[in-house]
């Protein structure tokens, strides 16, 4: 572990996460501009709008991602499959119990909570490694839960038709206003990490990353803190999924197997392991890449030319970058601040 | 009574491929202390590469066991040449990170070896021969398929050479030496980077052989490797990443229960109760069956 967390550290100094939660509003309200103008002089097609919403709601799901790698060093193979619990949940919730969105919403999240709570109690008490083995199987076991159990997901065909969120009276028909929504989650969701981060538990997180052995001593429950990240971030993939369900209206088992579980490893790892503009910038990324690549000659004749990339990519930022592209521009950015400053 | 017999018999069958699969993943993570996820994956594309080569060599020789044979030696030449590759190239690197770190990199792998297998070999699915051909038969009630037969027989073989190369031999020394401390085991002048680059090579000609023999029951597709992978995980959490006899007996012992829970209770929901086991492993011996529950010193 050693080598990462060293890099971590050093950077985080430097990093944006030291900076007040009042910037993610500030940042939020900016993005918020392009659905806003959107609305009133359509300048970006409604794919664009779609890519948009995409790129928040992964975010949301890399920053639950990015708590558990991130400061607790734990990695999970079982995430997609917590996010695909999530949309079911809310799509069963809303269509046959008739909930209101925000209720399921909420549901989505603390459901698949209480499921990871109930599989960390069991498999954090042990290594690392047994983690991921067991995140693994579940990944494959709640997928093929959702192909089999076709009175809650309707099997292979899918859930289709699932209702447009409205809260009070309001409907987020158009993408703009969903984009305004989802946007207004994930800052809020963002605040919650930073405070979450530098309370009392994330301090403890941090130093049980750093070493389990010295945190051991100092008192800290590696257990317990373990459990709480695990959780925490099942309850914001959760959240994620709910969200995706009621954008597309259409969710189908495939989506939810390991390959959405890498993909939000990727995010988090190429993003910026321990940052939360780091789960954001990621999560773009592995968003904006497939559009990117449509319009390469060459490379789009290659099926799944994607999915490589990502692979690529990840490995070679976790070799030469470990802390991830963000903390690159954030140096290079202070590099340049700092010499204009001396050639003033 | 030859209903269950029939069961066993499968179960060991499969659990042997499972034991094989999975030991190569204990090899690894005992030489260079990484969790190959990436040896499923390793495997498919060394089965697709025996596929394509007795497909295209069947218009040449003709469809007999000749051509099969050769198909499966060139596809072990292709696993040592690609497991060697793999080690070189995004193992080695990385040597000195991070344990999470190196575990990241094989779920990388992952995305790039899939990739490339769907790019290159589609998402069809292909049905691959037996390694023996020869039909089944009855002796009394007892249905003897000659193919299961091999393929125990063949892993036993297979795990017998595996066990005689570490217990008995310079090399086997060097491998267990390396396994208890890489750095201790570098300054007695072991050549601990030939080591690990040997490891890898021996997992994926084993993560191969297993995906070649299995090819029969699941055929050639992309994704075939998905299920025999988290059982040969299963395997290796069962028996326990310490020892190389316990991933063996944990293979046996999964093959075994899944194919009776499959046949008796459901086979529709058996990963899921094989998984449910998984957790019962966990809760009640963490280390495994054969593992010793390891302190670490600061």
Redesign the interface.
């Known amino acids: 572990m050693a080598g990462l967390n060293s890099d971590i550290k050093t950077a985080s100094k430097s990093s944006i996460l030291k900076r007040r939660p009042g910037s993610y509003v500030i940042v939020g309200m900016i993005f918020l501009l392009i659905p806003i103008i959107n609305l009133i002089n359509p300048i970006f097609a409604h794919s664009t709008m779609t890519l948009l919403n995409r790129v928040v709601i992964f975010s949301i799901a890399a920053l639950g991602f990015n708590i558990l790698l991130g400061y607790s060093g734990q990695v999970s193979l079982g995430h997609g499959a917590f996010m695909g619990l999530g949309a079911y949940i809310s799509a069963y919730l809303t269509m046959r119990l008739e909930l209101p969105f925000l209720l399921a919403l909420f549901l989505a999240g603390v459901i698949p909570m209480i499921l990871g709570i109930g599989l960390g109690l069991v498999a954090l008490r042990l290594e690392r490694l047994y983690l991921a083995i067991a995140t693994l199987g579940l990944g494959v076991t709640i997928q093929h839960v959702f192909l089999e159990w076709t009175e809650f997901t309707n099997g292979h065909a899918g859930l289709r038709r699932i209702p447009i969120p409205s809260i009070l009276g309001f409907s987020f028909r158009q993408r703009e206003y969903y984009l305004i929504m989802s946007t207004i989650i994930l800052v809020c969701l963002a605040i919650f990490a930073y405070n979450f981060i530098h309370s009392k538990t994330g301090r403890a997180l941090v130093a049980m990353r750093d070493s389990e052995h010295a945190s051991q001593a100092m008192g800290i429950s590696l257990f317990r803190y373990k459990l709480i990240a695990f959780s925490l971030s099942t309850f914001y993939v959760g959240i994620a999924g709910s969200l995706y369900a009621h954008l597309f209206r259409y969710i189908e088992p495939g989506t939810w197997g390991a390959e959405l579980s890498l993909d939000l490893l990727a995010m988090v790892v190429i993003g910026g392991i321990a940052s939360i503009g780091g789960s954001i910038v990621g999560a773009a990324f592995i968003q904006v890449l497939p559009r990117v690549m449509q319009n390469v000659p060459l490379l789009r004749g290659i099926s799944n030319i994607n999915f490589i990339l990502t692979g690529i990519a990840l490995i070679l930022v976790i070799i030469y970058f470990p802390q991830g592209i963000i903390r690159q521009f954030v140096k290079l950015w202070n590099k340049l601040t700092y010499k204009k400053s001396v050639s003033k | 009574m030859t209903t269950f017999l029939q069961n066993v018999i499968a179960g060991i069958e499969t659990g042997s491929l499972y034991a094989l699969a999975a030991l190569g993943v204990v090899l690894i993570y005992r030489v260079s202390s990484v969790?190959n996820?990436a040896q499923g994956e390793m495997a498919m594309l060394s089965s697709f590469v025996a596929y394509t080569l007795w497909k295209n060599l069947s218009f040449i020789m003709g469809g007999g066991d000749l051509t099969y044979i050769v198909a499966f030696i060139g596809a072990l030449i292709f696993a040592m040449l690609f497991g060697y590759l793999v080690e070189r190239i995004?193992i080695r690197?990385?040597l000195?990170?991070?344990?999470?770190?190196k575990?990241?990199?094989t779920?990388?792998?992952?995305?790039?070896v899939?990739?490339?297998a769907?790019?290159i070999f589609g998402t069809d699915t292909h049905a691959m021969r037996r390694a023996i051909t020869r039909p089944s038969f009855y002796i009394g009630n007892l249905l003897i398929r000659p193919n299961a037969y091999f393929i125990i027989f063949l892993t036993l073989i297979i795990m017998f050479i595996l066990f005689y190369l570490i217990r008995n031999t310079i090399f086997g020394v060097a491998i267990r030496a390396t396994a208890e401390n890489e750095t201790t085991a570098r300054l007695m002048g072991i050549p601990t980077k030939k080591i690990s680059s040997a490891s890898w090579i021996i997992a994926t000609v084993l993560g191969a052989i297993a995906g070649i023999l299995i090819a029969p029951a699941t055929n050639v597709h992309t994704n075939m490797m998905?299920?025999v992978h988290?059982k040969s995980?299963?395997a290796a959490?069962l028996g326990g990443?310490t020892s190389f006899v316990g991933p063996v007996i944990g293979g046996l012992i999964i093959g075994i229960m899944d194919n009776l829970v499959g046949y008796y209770i459901s086979s529709?929901?058996r990963?899921?109760i094989v998984?449910g086991f998984?957790?019962l492993i966990?809760?009640i011996k963490?280390a495994g069956l054969f593992g010793k529950v390891t302190r670490?010193k600061?």
């Open positions: 969790t996820f995004f690197p990385a000195r990170g991070s344990l999470v770190g575990m990241i990199i779920l990388g792998l992952i995305m790039i899939n990739g490339t769907r790019a998905a299920d988290l995980f299963i959490v990443f529709k929901w990963t899921v998984y998984l957790i966990l809760v963490p670490k600061v």
